[in-house]
């Protein structure tokens, strides 16, 4: 046995380090490093997250089946071989487990139709997989790519099936004949979301109010907001905060419309995010939030956003809003 004394200089790095060494390694001399030495060879072979790293960095997977059929290494040497089929690496952004928001609007869609939320002309027919959006769009717009949206991994509402929409797969996901792990991916991930689950009431009450915190603090001025009737407000609020409230039934806008449908002006806003506002008639939120809970809840009534306020007997709604989407500058 080696001791301290003589072991190596690099092998007295912290095994982290030793492992940020072999990632910078192209693969065949990895592999020449197994050759080099027992301490090595141990290192690369024995240690399971050293291939489940080189894995992810060269084939953008990082989810294998659990059993133990199949080692990374194995999994390796089939990406590199190509003797099994190549795994859609964009599913790795995927959770295992979708947040109760895509839940709920996964099961809003699969029973009615809605547009979609990037044309608002075609019905909606994928929902993103997204961790961080709901968002839904038709077959055009699922094509069309921004920074962030639409996410490649899509889900197809009417079949239940993910899709990858990125170039390099364009292809359904998960099926027979593709890679064993894929399939165990997809299925864990479908499972999940469309399992009735105990608790789903109290994990949807945690998911809003870390949707309603999160779309709060947002400091983004450009950003549109929307109009949810106060007493509504309220009721979401409750039902956010305190355990064993209901669910709210519809977002009742009708109460901030005029007999002609059109917003009532006379009606009083919050000017201070951060204040409660109690004598007011609605609560102003982030588009974000707007379009999640339009679908989760559906409205009585119309939308009220920002562009409702174009006429000048809006010019006091609007300074309300402004007043409200800055108040961040009025605290030092
Ligand atoms: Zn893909
Ligand atoms: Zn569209």
Not at 138 to 162: D, H, I, M, N
Not at 195 to 204: C, P
Request: proline share 5%.
């Amino acid at each position: 046995m080696l001791n301290s004394h003589t072991q190596p200089p690099i092998q007295k790095l912290s095994p982290e380090l030793q492992l940020q060494l072999v990632l910078c390694l192209d693969v065949r001399d990895v592999i020449a490093l197994v050759l080099t030495c027992k301490h090595f060879s141990d290192f690369i072979l024995k240690n399971e997250s050293v291939f489940g790293r080189l894995v992810e960095r060269d084939y953008g997977v990082n989810y294998k089946r659990p059993d133990g059929e199949q080692t990374w290494q194995g999994f390796y040497k089939d990406q590199h071989t190509r003797k099994a089929p190549i795994c859609c690496r964009h599913l790795s952004r995927v959770q295992d487990e979708p947040s109760e928001t895509k839940r709920v609007i996964y099961r809003v869609a699969s029973n009615s139709i809605i547009k979609c939320d990037f044309c608002h002309l075609e019905d909606a027919v994928y929902l993103s997989m997204n961790p961080f959006s709901e968002s839904q769009a038709c077959r055009s717009c699922v094509k069309v790519k921004t920074t962030e949206e639409p996410f490649p991994v899509q889900l197809e509402v009417a079949t239940g099936s993910l899709w990858c929409m990125d170039e390099s797969c364009s292809r359904k996901l998960g099926d027979e004949n593709s890679n064993v792990n894929e399939q165990y991916k997809v299925k864990t991930v479908l499972n999940n979301l469309k399992e009735e689950k105990e608790g789903s009431l109290d994990r949807r009450r945690k998911a809003e109010h870390q949707l309603y915190v999160q779309e709060l603090r947002r400091e983004d001025m450009k950003l549109k907001h929307y109009l949810v009737e106060k007493a509504w407000g309220r009721t979401w609020m409750l039902f956010r905060t305190r355990e064993g409230s209901s669910l709210p039934g519809k977002i009742s806008n009708q109460k901030l419309a005029r007999s002609n449908g059109s917003l009532d002006p006379s009606i009083r806003l919050p000017v201070d995010k951060y204040r409660p506002s109690p004598e007011t008639h609605a609560d102003i939120i982030s588009e974000k939030l707007w379009l999640y809970l339009q679908k989760a809840y559906g409205v009585q009534g119309k939308p009220y956003s920002e562009d409702d306020l174009q006429y000048p007997e809006y010019a006091r709604l609007r300074g309300y809003i402004d007043d409200f989407k800055t108040s961040i500058l009025a605290y030092p």
